[in-house]
């Protein structure tokens, strides 16, 4: 019996080894002396660098928003004694991961960064250091680890994973750059830090909507009819947040109908119900409901105006047979006219100034045949069309001013409200020009990146001159470059998910190759301009060029007739110097020539 027992005590012992070999251990930091790392002993094994400690080593203070980072920190700590400690290869941390807490203040997030070390050169690894910086801002807040000199690391111990301390008042819904860095750093090594942009928690995701004054927006809508009365219930805000107002509108064929809404809180503090007079019968409209604030969130659901039945009376029976027998004289006529084969014309369109803040030109047609009446067509948007347009500067200034002259002339003349960094520096130069992109980046409808070969360029190598000269203009490449990595980001996530990717869109100029286009950017509509332009404003209106009898020709934006308009030779212009600086960047050799 007592053999039976002592086996199964050796299993389950067994069964508790293999676990714990299984379980992949944490570390958190610790508080330890400098001596303590210096003399290697036992208690500080994992230890944070606070800023007194880096007085102590280096004798004074660092600036105040470098944090605790210095950047030679294993010279000062460990290379007194033995410098060859310090000038071994660690590769880069792994599985870099972002935790967020739930900390006592509504108004800040916080977060914990986790990691594990890479087995490549481990043995030489002496700590970490983890520097987070606000995208937009100037400050930098750093943390530092440290191993005690006699610690050694094992290949096994790349499955440990490695803590810092709480980053603590971060902004909420704002990116920051995160960069894990393995130490030692020698100069001639590269593949030493981690580096990755992540947005913190918006106040909905962290506190809840009902607790969030910016983000919140009614999310109950209820539309009931009656014969012709057409009554809208929607839910309203929780007294805390103090919203006392709102406003409703609704777009329907080029009309706009705008209330004001004032709930009577002693009767109902939850709900709210209003009604709608004057809609057409037949008629889906777009409406919008939310709270009457600058910047809110807005509702947006459809109402379609049921027509009522009309019952058949003898009158309208008495009818019926002369309304037949006129019925089949127009079909004989119909026929008639068929037989003598079918014309294809051209649809009139005109761009209405009023409906948008540009001045907009009126394009006059004229079918083939010079005899078929037209056909005219509006624009029913009630606002134009938002676009972002981003780019890279990589290629030199007469890339750029054809990008500003191509932004010029789709809002001169394609009824389109145009974003551009360099229309709106004051703004850049306040926000920051990444917050600036990202900002325009949920605003726009449509977001069209300018692809060119300087887009996909890598950076040159440190200590050339063509660093020196990249570096000269890094604040200018650096933001529009990472506002289009963001967007092929956006991109590929919106692929995965199958949504919609009309708002996407990538252009070359015809000076530029197709395989400019980044990979992401070619699941988007892509176009060659200017050949393109009716294809792109086509696109920014959801209007269809074709159609069975006719199709849509725009005088002045179509590729032969842009250049009758001062901004369409302008850019025909702009375009003709880059592709000239284009093709001597190419070959330099052919300046020299006579």
């Given at each position: 019996m007592w053999q039976a027992a002592l086996l199964l005590y050796h299993l389950c012992s067994l069964h508790d080894l293999v676990w714990a070999q299984d379980e992949v251990a944490s570390v958190a930091p610790q508080n330890c002396s400098v001596h303590c790392i210096q003399k290697g002993e036992a208690g500080c094994e994992y230890c944070r660098i606070t800023r007194a400690d880096i007085k102590n080593a280096l004798g004074f203070h660092l600036f105040t928003n470098l944090g605790s980072c210095i950047p030679w920190p294993c010279d000062h700590f460990h290379g007194t004694e033995d410098p060859q400690k310090c000038q071994h290869y660690v590769q880069a941390p792994n599985d870099v991961k972002i935790e967020f807490l739930d900390g006592p203040n509504p108004i800040f997030d916080t977060i914990v960064v986790s990691w594990k070390?890479?087995?490549?050169?481990?043995?030489?690894?002496?700590?970490?250091?983890?520097?987070?910086?606000?995208?937009?801002?100037?400050?930098?807040?750093?943390?530092?680890?440290?191993?005690?000199?006699?610690?050694?690391?094992?290949?096994?111990?790349?499955?440990?994973?490695?803590?810092?301390?709480?980053?603590?008042?971060?902004?909420?819904?704002?990116?920051?750059?995160?960069?894990?860095?393995?130490?030692?750093?020698?100069?001639?090594?590269?593949?030493?830090?981690?580096?990755?942009?992540?947005?913190?928690?918006?106040?909905?995701?962290?506190?809840?909507?009902?607790?969030?004054?910016?983000?919140?927006?009614?999310?109950?809508?209820?539309?009931?009819?009656?014969?012709?009365?057409?009554?809208?219930?929607?839910?309203?805000?929780?007294?805390?947040?103090?919203?006392?107002?709102?406003?409703?509108?609704?777009?329907?064929?080029?009309?706009?109908?705008y209330i004001d809404i004032i709930p009577d809180f002693s009767k109902n503090e939850t709900h709210h119900s209003f009604q709608l007079s004057d809609l057409l019968e037949g008629v889906n409209y777009t409406c919008e409901i939310a709270a009457n604030r600058e910047d809110a969130v807005r509702k947006t659901f459809s109402i379609y105006i049921q027509q009522k039945a009309h019952s058949v009376g003898p009158s309208l029976t008495l009818m019926l047979p002369p309304a037949l027998v006129l019925l089949v004289f127009l079909l004989l006529f119909l026929a008639a006219c068929v037989?003598?084969?079918?014309?294809?014309?051209?649809?009139?369109?005109?761009?209405?100034?009023?409906?948008?803040?540009?001045?907009?030109?009126?394009?006059?047609?004229?079918?083939?045949?010079?005899?078929?009446?037209?056909?005219?067509?509006?624009?029913?948007?009630?606002?134009?069309?938002?676009?972002?347009?981003?780019?890279?500067?990589?290629?030199?200034?007469?890339?750029?001013?054809?990008?500003?002259?191509?932004?010029?002339?789709?809002?001169?003349?394609?009824?389109?409200?145009v974003f551009l960094d360099l229309w709106d520096s004051l703004s850049v130069a306040r926000e920051g020009s990444m917050v600036w992109h990202c900002q325009k980046i949920r605003e726009s409808d449509f977001i069209l990146v300018v692809c060119s070969q300087g887009l996909n360029r890598r950076p040159a190598a440190p200590g050339t001159e063509k660093f020196k000269e990249e570096e000269a203009d890094a604040g200018l490449n650096c933001a529009s470059d990472t506002a289009v990595q963001v967007i092929s980001e956006e991109v590929g996530r919106a692929k995965a998910r199958g949504q919609d990717l009309s708002k996407y869109i990538a252009a070359i100029f015809e000076y530029c190759d197709e395989t400019d286009i980044p990979t992401e950017l070619r699941l988007v509509s892509n176009y060659t301009l200017p050949n393109d332009l009716v294809l792109l404003f086509s696109h920014l209106h959801g209007m269809t060029l074709y159609r069975p009898g006719s199709y849509l020709k725009v005088n002045h934006i179509s590729a032969e007739g842009f250049t009758e308009l001062p901004a369409g030779a302008a850019l025909q212009q702009a375009i003709c110097e880059a592709s000239m600086a284009m093709t001597a960047k190419k070959h330099p050799s052919l300046d020299g020539e006579d």
């Open positions: 070390p890479s087995y490549y050169g481990i043995a030489f690894l002496r700590g970490f250091q983890v520097s987070l910086q606000h995208l937009g801002g100037s400050r930098i807040t750093c943390q530092l680890f440290l191993f005690h000199r006699n610690l050694t690391l094992q290949p096994s111990h790349a499955n440990t994973v490695y803590k810092s301390d709480p980053f603590r008042d971060l902004s909420l819904g704002a990116q920051y750059a995160l960069t894990v860095m393995a130490l030692p750093v020698p100069e001639q090594w590269e593949n030493f830090y981690h580096s990755e942009t992540f947005s913190t928690r918006s106040c909905a995701e962290k506190n809840g909507l009902d607790k969030c004054n910016k983000d919140w927006y009614p999310r109950y809508t209820e539309v009931t009819q009656e014969g012709t009365n057409i009554t809208v219930t929607f839910n309203l805000a929780p007294p805390l947040l103090g919203i006392s107002s709102y406003f409703f509108q609704c777009y329907a064929n080029g009309m706009r109908k037989r003598k084969g079918p014309t294809l014309h051209m649809r009139k369109l005109f761009l209405k100034p009023g409906l948008f803040p540009a001045s907009l030109s009126e394009m006059e047609q004229q079918d083939q045949d010079g005899n078929a009446p037209e056909e005219v067509m509006a624009i029913n948007r009630a606002t134009p069309p938002r676009l972002l347009i981003c780019y890279s500067s990589n290629d030199g200034p007469a890339h750029v001013k054809a990008v500003v002259q191509l932004g010029a002339f789709i809002q001169k003349h394609m009824a389109t409200q």
